[in-house]
């Protein structure tokens, strides 16, 4: 079994930052994929960023130069800088992991962990 933990959520005024981070543990993968979703809402779960094994990134383009995904390998542990908060960033934002590629849709991954509540006020 996987274990994911998400923390780092928060309020904060539009503008401002926050850092998600995200520990897996439990099951061994060779090279994992990890990624960040988001679920504002009413709204379906939504891809943000993606990353490698390799560190790759990949990003949504609704986040892309405000977002920084990262991770260390060592520690099974993926970020999430997050810069230039909108209100539309407004959301539930978990944590993802798979073998192989970082594909963006939610259904192919198949461990989850509990979510993250971020808030930007406007």
């Known amino acids: 079994q996987v274990q994911l933990v998400e923390s780092g959520g928060g309020l904060v005024q539009a503008g401002g930052s926050l850092r998600l981070s995200c520990a897996a543990s439990?099951?061994?993968?060779?090279?994992?994929?990890m990624g960040w979703f988001r679920q504002a809402p009413g709204k379906e779960r939504e891809f943000v960023a993606t990353?490698?094994?390799?560190?790759?990134?990949n990003y949504a383009g609704s986040v892309k130069g405000r977002f920084t995904i990262s991770r260390d390998n060592a520690k099974n542990t993926v970020y999430l800088q997050m810069n230039s908060l909108k209100p539309e960033d407004t959301a539930i934002y978990y944590c993802?992991?798979?073998?192989?590629?970082?594909?963006?849709?939610?259904?192919?991954?198949?461990?989850w962990g509990q979510g993250t509540q971020v808030t930007v006020s406007s």
């Open positions: 993802a992991i798979r073998e192989g590629r970082p594909l963006a849709g939610v259904v192919f991954y198949d461990y």
């Open positions: 439990g099951r061994t993968f060779s090279r994992p994929a």
């Open positions: 990353i490698s094994w390799d560190a790759i990134p």
